[in-house]
């Protein structure tokens, strides 16, 4: 983009980090505003962390001001965790960015925050999860707080944890509590359980509080409960806390009632 004449200079004085930064999260025109910066005061900018990170969390113009920062000074440029997870959560062009920065660098970190914002984007972390684990050669160990929180997720828990379960590079312990956050999944609650339990040599247990949380829920509880007393049914125990919660349940549990008192 050519500029007849460095009229930036006149009207100001300093190009401050804050006014990169508000460029690179400009979502309308960002991209024309960083490249007029670059052009015409481009010595005196710095490519902070902060302004990295905001280009890669902006849905709209987001690949194309990374593309031009790593072009023009891509020295300078830190892949930071908060970049990456910028990066993953962006349900617009995140997809993008992650093979744009994944190009320009031999690996990228995968931690836990990196996990949970590609669990949250609804749109395409799942796909973003893919890609990272497959430019990685060593093992990714998911922690339990992440897997338990990927269970319970009911908009896209299901699809991470297929993805997850599903690469021998990942490393993910099912827990008592994330079988337990399955059980309460009130959307896909039902699919994840079925992923867990056809886990072979995983070890899973069904405790008192897996039970109880399938039966107080609200929505797949029924159907949960019944996948449950198939695959599990001689180590169920119906307790009065599982007794109490189906009893509480105002949709599913006359179901509910009605499953344990013919599979017990």
Same mark, same amino acid.
């Given at each position: 983009?050519?500029?007849?004449r460095?009229?930036?200079?006149?009207?100001?004085?300093?190009?401050?980090?804050?006014?990169?930064?508000?460029?690179?999260?400009?979502?309308?025109?960002?991209?024309?505003?960083?490249?007029?910066?670059?052009?015409?005061r481009?010595?005196?900018?710095?490519?902070?962390?902060?302004?990295?990170q905001?280009a890669?969390?902006?849905?709209?113009c987001?690949?194309?001001?990374?593309?031009?920062?790593?072009?023009?000074?891509?020295?300078?440029?830190?892949i930071?965790?908060?970049?990456?997870?910028?990066?993953?959560?962006?349900?617009?062009?995140?997809?993008?960015?992650?093979?744009l920065?994944?190009?320009?660098?031999?690996? %990228? #970190? &995968?931690? *836990? !925050?990196? /996990?949970? $914002? @590609? =669990? +949250?984007?609804?749109?395409c972390?799942?796909?973003?999860?893919?890609?990272?684990?497959?430019?990685?050669?060593?093992?990714?160990?998911?922690?339990?707080?992440?897997?338990?929180?990927?269970?319970?997720?009911?908009?896209?828990?299901?699809?991470?944890?297929?993805?997850?379960?599903?690469?021998p590079?990942?490393?993910?312990?099912?827990?008592?509590?994330?079988?337990?956050?399955a059980?309460?999944?009130?959307?896909?609650?039902?699919r994840?359980?079925?992923?867990?339990?056809?886990?072979?040599?995983?070890? %899973? #247990? &069904?405790? *008192? !509080?897996? /039970?109880? $949380? @399938? =039966? +107080?829920?609200?929505?797949?509880?029924?159907?949960?409960?019944?996948?449950?007393?198939?695959?599990?049914?001689?180590?169920?125990?119906?307790?009065?806390?599982?007794?109490?919660?189906?009893?509480?349940?105002?949709?599913?549990?006359?179901?509910?009632?009605?499953?344990?008192r013919?599979?017990?």
């Amino acid at each position: 983009m050519a500029f007849s004449r460095p009229w930036l200079r006149e009207v100001c004085a300093k190009i401050t980090d804050e006014v990169v930064q508000a460029a690179a999260e400009n979502r309308s025109c960002g991209i024309r505003i960083m490249e007029l910066l670059l052009a015409q005061r481009g010595a005196e900018i710095k490519i902070t962390d902060e302004v990295v990170q905001a280009a890669a969390g902006n849905q709209s113009c987001g690949i194309r001001i990374l593309k031009l920062l790593l072009t023009q000074r891509g020295a300078e440029i830190k892949i930071t965790d908060e970049v990456v997870q910028a990066a993953v959560g962006n349900q617009s062009c995140g997809i993008r960015i992650i093979k744009l920065l994944l190009a320009q660098r031999e690996e %990228i #970190k &995968i931690t *836990d !925050e990196v /996990v949970q $914002a @590609a =669990a +949250g984007n609804r749109s395409c972390g799942a796909r973003i999860m893919e890609l990272l684990i497959n430019s990685r050669g060593s093992k990714i160990k998911i922690t339990d707080e992440v897997a338990s929180a990927i269970a319970g997720d009911i908009y896209y828990g299901a699809k991470m944890m297929e993805v997850l379960l599903n690469q021998p590079e990942v490393e993910i312990k099912i827990t008592p509590e994330v079988v337990q956050a399955a059980a309460g999944n009130i959307s896909s609650g039902a699919r994840i359980m079925k992923l867990l339990l056809n886990l072979e040599g995983a070890g %899973i #247990k &069904i405790t *008192d !509080e897996v /039970v109880s $949380a @399938a =039966a +107080g829920n609200q929505s797949s509880g029924a159907k949960i409960m019944e996948i449950l007393l198939d695959q599990r049914g001689a180590e169920i125990k119906v307790t009065d806390k599982v007794v109490q919660a189906a009893a509480g349940n105002k949709y599913r549990g006359v179901k509910i009632m009605e499953l344990l008192r013919d599979r017990t």
